[in-house]
T-cell receptor, first 109, second 117 residues
């Protein structure tokens, strides 16, 4: 079956760095998305990776290793507003988009 | 510019009733989607439309129907609601010519919180 694994919850300190992992077992791969979702709100797009390596976008970076079926989202200089759920989603070989359950990130002062 | 809107914001519905959730976008995106989001589960695709006049079934289509008469509107209908349809429903749109086999960056509406009793 198809599966995406993310930690359910993580806690980090304001100003610190946190890495949110996503591992996937899918029938093929055609890209990986990260979305941010604040409590009670809609998901918003953060990043897209289709090739191996690191994509940096301000305080947020996303990494992909296709051979390992692994991605991570790296958040630097954490701010209280970064408290949210982070959703990983993978496009498989049939171009189905499969969503992980998300990682709830709690930022403490 | 509103982006993508949904109505109602929330609704409590008696089992067996018919309900239509509305979704409108003003970004002229060709693709639109309906998802449900339940605690502990990932977003699950109910139905989608790649362009006006066409629709397709997603992962969990049973009990739901959609139509796409024009580019902007994509209503979702529950013909006879059941308690297992209690969920938060998100509508989304994308320019499917971009990224990942047509999925594109999706823009989500604010959601409809539906409770079926």
């Amino acid at each position: 079956g198809q599966n995406i694994d993310q930690p359910t919850e993580m806690t980090a300190t304001e100003g610190a760095i946190v890495q949110i992992n996503c591992t996937y077992q899918t029938s093929g791969f055609n890209g990986l998305f990260w979305y941010q979702q604040h409590a009670g709100e809609a998901p918003t797009f953060l990043s897209y990776n289709v090739l191996d390596g690191l994509e940096e976008k301000g305080r947020f970076s996303s990494f992909l290793s296709r051979s390992k079926g692994y991605s991570y989202l790296l958040l630097k200089e954490l701010q209280m507003k970064d408290s949210a759920s982070y959703l990983c989603a993978v496009v498989d070989s049939n171009y189905q988009l499969i969503w992980g359950a998300g990682t709830k990130l709690i930022i403490k002062p | 510019i509103a982006g993508i809107t949904q109505a109602p914001t929330s609704q409590i519905l008696a089992a067996g009733r018919r309900m239509t959730l509305r979704c409108t976008q003003d970004m002229r995106h060709n693709a639109m989607y309906w998802y449900r989001q339940d605690l502990g589960l990932g977003l699950r695709l109910i139905h989608y439309s790649n362009t006006a006049g066409t629709t397709g079934k997603g992962e969990v289509p049973d009990g739901y129907s959609v139509s796409r008469a024009n580019t902007d509107d994509f209503p979702l209908t529950l013909a006879s609601a059941v308690p297992s349809q209690t969920s938060v429903y998100f509508c989304a749109s994308s320019d499917s010519s971009e990224l990942a086999g047509g999925w594109g960056e999706q823009f989500f509406g604010p959601g409809t919180r539906l409770t079926v009793l």
